[in-house]
């Protein structure tokens, strides 16, 4: 079992940037494909960034050049630092944890834990 604690999310101009953190325990987080999603109200959970080691992290092209999707195995943490944001980046951001392959990364129901998401506004 794993438990996932986001922190991090806020109100923000547009332009600006945020750092969100995931905290994992209950098991090793090296294990698993760590991931980030986000749910704007209304839509469905769409995909953002996920890590499977400490290299190699995927994005959706919405993203991409913005946010960087980190993680310290040691810390039992993942990060995403997301610059030059935007007011459609407003959302609740999810955190999750899975052993999955690569190419179903975009498919939130693959995904094996997640956490109780943190609240994002971007502002215009």
């Known amino acids: 079992q794993v438990q996932l604690v986001e922190s991090g999310g806020g109100l923000v101009q547009a332009g600006g940037s945020l750092r969100l953190s995931c905290a994992a325990s209950?098991?090793?987080?090296?294990?698993?494909?760590m991931g980030w999603f986000r749910q704007a109200p209304g839509k469905e959970r769409e995909f953002v960034a996920a890590?499977?080691?400490?290299?190699?992290?995927y994005y959706s092209d919405s993203v991409k050049g913005r946010f960087t999707i980190s993680r310290d195995n040691a810390k039992n943490t993942v990060y995403l630092q997301m610059n030059s944001l935007k007011p459609e980046d407003t959302a609740v951001y999810y955190c999750?944890?899975?052993?999955?392959?690569?190419?179903?990364?975009?498919?939130?129901?693959?995904?094996?834990?997640w956490g109780q998401g943190t609240q994002v506004t971007v502002s215009s």
């Open positions: 999750a944890a899975g052993d999955l392959a690569r190419s179903y990364y975009y498919d939130s129901g693959r995904w094996d834990y």
């Open positions: 209950g098991r090793t987080l090296s294990l698993y494909a």
């Open positions: 890590i499977r080691w400490t290299t190699n992290p």
